[in-house]
T-cell receptor, first 112, second 115 residues
Framework: GNSVTQMEGPVTLSEEAFLTINCTYTATGYPSLFWYVQYPGEGLQLLLKATKADDKGSNKGFEATYRKETTSFHLEKGSVQVSDSAVYFCALSRPGRRALTFGSGTRLQVQP | DVKVTQSSRYLVKRTGEKVFLECVQDMDHENMFWYRQDPGLGLRLIYFSYDVKMKEKGDIPEGYSVSREKKERFSLILESASTNQTSMYLC??????????????FGPGTRLLVL
């Protein structure tokens, strides 16, 4: 079946540090891959996505590259800010299935 | 902007009560979803609907039912609430035009406590 595995949190970083949150997946066919972010007290919102192998999604300084050979979609940001503190979810959606399969989420805490 | 609203941010119910969670979207989306979010488990799909009166079970439908009588509204029903249904419930919608590549838009969530 389909599954998404994320690194466990919390991840605690100082402001301006480099961020990597690992995400690997198992899926049949060619899924689309997503990162969603949940700020405190809010619902999830799309951060970025990639729909085919070697695509790079990017938004707000975050990037992730769809790596089919390693079945990975790691999230990176060169310099985090306190306002990036949130829970980050990796997710996949495969053709023919409308719903998303989510990872367990990774909480990021950025300290000033 | 797409707006997905949920009827309550917090609910406290007693075991055995029938509970209704309401979700409304304002962008004429075809698809609507109910997920529950639990620590360490991420989001798990309960039910989704791809058209009025049409629904499909998700991964954890037991103990839940849904209703979609109008396109903009999708209700989740706990027929007889139990303590193991204490959770955060998230509603989402998507346009229904681009298949697996589509963005889902989420409401703010309802935190339900069943005593």
């Amino acid at each position: 079946g389909n599954s998404v595995t994320q690194m466990e949190g919390p991840v605690t970083l100082s402001e301006e540090a480099f961020l990597t949150i690992n995400c690997t997946y198992t899926a049949t066919g060619y899924p689309s891959l997503f990162w969603y972010v949940q700020y405190p007290g809010e619902g999830l919102q799309l951060l970025l996505k990639a729909t085919k192998a070697d695509d790079k999604g990017s938004n707000k300084g975050f990037e992730a590259t769809y790596r089919k050979e390693t079945t990975s979609f790691h999230l990176e940001k060169g310099s985090v800010q306190v306002s990036d503190s949130a829970v980050y979810f990796c997710a996949l959606s495969r053709p023919g299935r409308r719903a998303l399969t989510f990872g367990s989420g990774t909480r990021l805490q950025v300290q000033p | 902007d797409v707006k997905v609203t949920q009827s309550s941010r917090y609910l406290v119910k007693r075991t055995g009560e029938k509970v209704f969670l309401e979700c409304v979207q304002d962008m004429d989306h075809e698809n609507m979803f109910w997920y529950r979010q639990d620590p360490g488990l991420g989001l798990r799909l309960i039910y989704f609907s791809y058209d009025v009166k049409m629904k499909e079970k998700g991964d954890i439908p037991e103990g839940y039912s849904v209703s979609r009588e109008k396109k903009e509204r999708f209700s989740l029903i706990l027929e007889s609430a139990s303590t193991n249904q204490t959770s955060m419930y998230l509603c989402a919608s998507s346009p229904g035009l681009a298949g697996a590549q589509e963005t889902q838009y989420f409401g703010p969530g309802t935190r339900l406590l069943v005593l």
